[in-house]
Every structure is written in C-alpha cells, then in structure tokens.
C-alpha cells in the first residue's frame, strides 16, 4: 500500500530563518508530487506540483522554493521566512496523471508558525 | 472572484439531521468535482469524486453536480458526531491542478 509521510509535524521559526519541509511517498512511482498551504480562513493553495525527477512548476510566486531530488521526495524551501508565510503545509500525491479519475491523496501536514 | 466559492459556516446540527454543503464555481472548463473532508488539523481525505453534471452516491453521502450553474454539493444522510470536521469542495479541469474551496466547517452534536 502507499503512504506519504511528511516531517516535521509541526515548526516555529523566527522571521528571516531558512525552512525545509520534507515529504516522501511509499509504494508508488514516478507519482505526480503537490505542495499546498493552507491558511487560516482560506483554503488549500497549491503552491508548486512537480510531474518528475528535477521538474517543478510554480503556481505563486512568493519566497518558497521546491524541489525533487528523487522520485518519491519533495522539498519545500526558504531562505528567509516571512510572517505570511505561517500556515498548515501539505503534500499530495497522485497516481493517475492526466487521466480521468485521479485522486489526490494528502500527507498529515506541517504546521509552521512564524514568529 | 474566487474560482470555486464555500460558506466557511460553521454549520451546527443535531445527530441524524440531513445535512446540505454547497459550494459555486466559475471555471467553466471544470470537469471533475471532489468532495474532500478534513479534520481537525489532518490532511484532507478524498470522500466523492464525479465527472460532469449528475448525482453519485456512497452510503450516507450523495454528491450533486450543475454544471449549467456551476453549483456542486454535499448531501449527508443520518449525521452523526463523527461527521464533524471542514469539508472542502474542489473543482479540476482538464489538468491535473485542483482549486480548493475555503472549506466548511460542520459540528454534528449529539
């Protein structure tokens, strides 16, 4: 069976510190990888998907950077934090691209919080 | 204007009530519709998936979907407790991208 972990759970960081969060998918390749942001109030953003290894494709343009070493790890970067940038972080996977029925299936998440 | 539209509520009923999420969209170019639920600070999990105008249904829930209104939604039948938690529409074109409502939050008390 797949699982999609991510780490850490949850994060406080000060303003201007760096950031890396961390997924990876069991059971699967060559799976579709997401990063999401889900603020307070607002509803999941989709920040950056990636279709293969070293493939990335921004969705808003901001402070965060993504990338993907292997094929089932995806990475979220920062080299400096901004308040804004607090929130619920989580990773999906799908395993159907680009067909009909492909369903998202969403890692437990990273709570960060920017003080 | 958002793409996809949801009353962030709160939504309080009592156990066993019929309970009725809506959401709008404007993306004419969507296809498919998702029905996805999360608790509290969980990832979401996938509850329906339709394609196109017409009705699904999976045990208590029943999924809508109109698309000559772009209005999509939720029926729960026989609400219960553990059905407390934000449900999050979500609309696809033909991509593999999903806009996100802001999701609704339910309390089923007993």
């Known amino acids: 069976s797949q699982t999609i972990h991510q780490w850490p759970a949850t994060l406080v960081q000060p303003v201007g510190s760096p950031l890396s969060l961390e997924c990876t998918v069991e059971g699967t390749s060559n799976p579709n990888l997401y990063w999401y942001r889900q603020a307070a109030g607002r509803g999941l953003q989709l920040l950056f998907y990636s279709v293969g290894i070293g493939q990335i494709s921004s969705e808003v343009p901001q402070n965060l950077s993504a990338s993907r070493p292997q094929d089932r790890q995806f990475i979220l970067s920062s080299k400096k934090l901004l308040l804004s940038d607090s929130g619920f972080y989580l990773c999906?996977?799908?395993?159907?691209?680009?067909?009909?029925?492909?369903?998202?299936?969403f890692g437990p998440g990273t709570r960060l919080t920017v003080l | 204007q958002k793409e996809v539209e949801q009353d962030p509520g709160p939504l309080s009923v009592p156990e066993g009530a019929i309970v009725s999420l809506n959401c709008t969209y404007s993306n004419s170019a969507f296809q498919y519709f998702m029905w996805y639920r999360q608790y509290s600070r969980k990832g979401p999990e996938l509850l329906m998936y339709t394609y196109s105008s017409g009705n699904k249904e999976d045990g208590r829930f029943t999924a809508q979907v109109d698309k000559s209104s772009k209005y999509i939604s939720l029926f729960i039948r026989d609400s219960q407790p553990s059905d407390s938690a934000t449900y999050l529409c979500a609309g696809r074109d033909n991509t593999d991208k999903l806009i996100f409502g802001t999701g609704t939050r339910l309390q089923v008390f007993p």
């Open positions: 999906a996977w799908s395993r159907f691209p680009g067909q009909a029925y492909n369903e998202q299936f």
